[in-house]
């Protein structure tokens, strides 16, 4: 079975940083996925994780820790379009596994 | 190059009736998979298709849902007889291959299904 762990809501400054957690337990894992979902829209890629350590992309990073079943996802700099849900989403061995997101709610 | 084509984006039934949900992926891409996603909830698998092939159905309700992708043409999530519960956001997502750690999905916009 699988088991995917992310806090439900989170609210944070304008220009401020957050860090959203997720830990997991999942069959076949390769790797793990964050994706961004607007209210009422489609699921976006937002980053990918193989390996152990951090991979930044702009003002997202994301962290892996295999061992730990463990990773976060780090937004900088967050502006009022970043309110949203993020889904933490683990490999499987042969979909993708998702939490049941992290509603961010960015304020002024 | 389109993307995951899915339709209707919102579809209405009744009670009984029968809901037939679209999804073509996006060019090159093989591998099909259905979510659901009830409102408040996260995204649930139910299938991952290829072509003419149900890879993995662990995730599809036993009875009145079915899954296909033929030859030619879209995919296909129909669901029997439908009832309230069954009332959610269906998405579809597209790969062009196993190597999910390469590729990752692309999503549709998702089929809003409510049973009145």
């Known amino acids: 079975g699988q088991n995917i762990d992310q806090p439900t809501e989170m609210t944070a400054t304008e220009g401020a940083i957050v860090q959203i957690n997720c830990t997991y337990q999942t069959s076949g894992f390769n790797g793990l996925f964050w994706y961004q979902q607007h209210a009422g829209e489609a699921p976006t890629f937002l980053s990918y994780n193989v390996l152990d350590g951090l991979e930044e992309k702009g003002r997202f990073s994301s962290f892996l820790s295999r061992s730990k079943g463990y990773s976060y996802l780090l937004l900088k700099e967050l502006q009022m379009k970043d309110s949203a849900s993020y889904l933490c989403a683990p490999t499987g061995a042969n979909n993708l596994f998702f939490g049941t997101g992290t509603r961010l709610t960015v304020i002024p | 190059n389109a993307g995951v084509m899915q339709n209707p984006r919102h579809l209405v039934r009744r009670r009984g009736q029968e809901a037939r949900l679209r999804c073509s992926p996006m060019k090159g891409h093989s591998h099909v998979y259905w979510y659901r996603q009830l409102p408040e909830e996260g995204l649930k698998f139910m299938v991952y298709l290829q072509k003419e092939n149900i890879i993995d159905e662990s995730g599809m309700p036993k009875e009145r849902f079915s899954a296909e992708f033929p030859k030619e043409g879209p995919s296909i999530l129909r669901i029997q007889q439908v009832v309230r519960g069954d009332s959610a956001a269906y998405f579809c997502?597209?790969?062009?291959?196993?190597?999910?750690?390469?590729?990752?999905?692309?999503f549709g916009s998702g089929t809003r299904l409510t049973v009145v």
């Open positions: 997502a597209s790969s062009p291959g196993l190597e999910l750690a390469n590729y990752g999905y692309t």
